[in-house]
Nanobody, 121 residues
Framework: QLQVVESGGGLVQPGGSLRLSCVVSGGTLEDYAMSWFRQAPGKEREKISCISRSGTSTFYADAVKGRFTISRHDAHNTLNLQMDSLKPEDAAVYYC??????????????WGQGTQVNVSA
């Protein structure tokens, strides 16, 4: 069973940067399309970025386009999300998710536990 573990969350000031990481085990990252979701209190879960198995296709939600960058490092079984120019509205729990068959699935089959990102002065 694939396990997914996120890290890298924390508190950052508006305009700052964070890099989230996601490590998979019990399987090989290259076999999975990967995504990042987030959920803020009182809001629905939001898909913010995806990357295909090959890494050649990516998706960004409008809210993060131009500020966030997704990347995968299959040799290290690691997915990253570089978040720049952070805004208070980016504060949420961020989830890494994996799906063996579908790029940018709305409900991937494997999920991490999430990492909290807070953006505040």
């Amino acid at each position: 069973q694939l396990q997914v573990v996120e890290s890298g969350g924390g508190l950052v000031q508006p305009g700052g940067s964070l890099r989230l990481s996601c490590v998979v085990s019990g399987g090989t990252l290259e076999d999975y399309a990967m995504s990042w979701f987030r959920q803020a209190p009182g809001k629905e879960r939001e898909k913010i970025s995806c990357i295909s198995r090959s890494g050649t296709s990516t998706f960004y939600a409008d809210a993060v386009k131009g500020r966030f960058t997704i990347s995968r490092h299959d040799a290290h079984n690691t997915l990253n999300l570089q978040m720049d120019s952070l805004k208070p509205e980016d504060a949420a729990v961020y989830y890494c998710a994996a799906d063996r068959y579908f790029f940018c699935s709305p409900n991937p089959s494997h999920w991490g536990q999430g990492t909290q990102v807070n953006v505040s002065a």
